[in-house]
């Protein structure tokens, strides 16, 4: 049938496993693949025409919620020095990063979008009268498309602590994703270094846009792979 998903599994050099799948594209058959390891080592991502992407924001994270299903910490989240890395490689390139207000932005940022979560996001200081209700994004390099638009972009997030929630700390919503793929040409591939549990790659398999994603962590690796599966199942019903 149209659209069905075809998965492919092999192990690269770190004997990680990576996947591959395929989606009816705009014009072509469009491919999204997650490859298991270190970005830095794993730089096939370099290839892509747009970096969209949640790196560790160097805010030291560490949750002191008692959830199962979330890591207390997110790795190389220590400081800036992980994703500055990643953004040099870059270079000045078509880009749009998340980030925190509590750390300095990208060099280079030609404009800041603001998503607004729609009032639920974290805790916060609980000492003062308002509680976080956006993240910030950092838009980088030119060639982006599409109509004139708010630099507010409103999307409600992956929540925690519901059925069939958020299994990485810091996951976006897919709907959010899809917003900012709607700027991108059809015929960029999208490149995300910092894949987490995928939510990059579905919104690119569900527009029928191709995209590659490296992910350090094996568990999230499986998570991914898992999410894209069930999206070809999805489109073939």
């Not at 200081?125 to 509680?131: E, Q, V």
């Not at 917003?179 to 270094?193: N, S």
């Not at 990059?200 to 898992?226: H, N, W």
Request: with cysteine; hydrophobic share 35%.
């Amino acid at each position: 049938p149209k659209g069905r998903e075809r998965q492919e599994r092999r192990h690269d050099t770190m004997g990680r496993e990576s996947s591959m799948g395929t989606s009816a594209g705009p014009t072509t058959t469009a491919v999204q693949r997650i490859i298991g390891g270190d970005c830095l080592q794993h730089t096939e991502w370099l290839g892509a025409d747009v970096l969209i992407t949640d790196p560790p924001y160097g805010i030291r994270y560490s949750s002191g919620m008692r959830r199962s299903r979330l890591a207390k910490s997110i790795v190389g989240d220590q400081d800036l020095s992980l994703r500055d890395r990643v953004l040099e490689l870059w270079g000045a390139r078509p880009a749009r990063v998340f980030g925190s207000w509590k750390r300095r932005r990208p060099n280079g940022t030609k404009m800041l979008l603001v998503w607004d979560t729609k009032g639920a996001l974290g805790m916060g200081n609980l000492k003062l009268p308002w509680k976080p209700s956006h993240q910030e994004i950092y838009v980088l390099g030119t060639g982006f498309v599409g109509r004139r638009d708010t630099d507010v972009l409103r999307c409600a997030p992956v929540q925690s602590m519901s059925r069939g929630g958020r299994t990485h700390p810091h996951e976006k919503p897919v709907a959010l994703i899809e917003m900012l793929l709607a700027k991108c040409p059809t015929e960029w591939t999208i490149a995300d270094p910092f894949a987490g549990t995928g939510a990059v790659l579905i919104a690119a398999k569900r527009m029928g846009r191709s995209a590659i994603g490296v992910e350090i962590d094996d568990g999230y690796v499986t998570i991914a792979t898992q999410r894209l599966a069930a999206q070809g199942e999805k489109e073939d019903e």
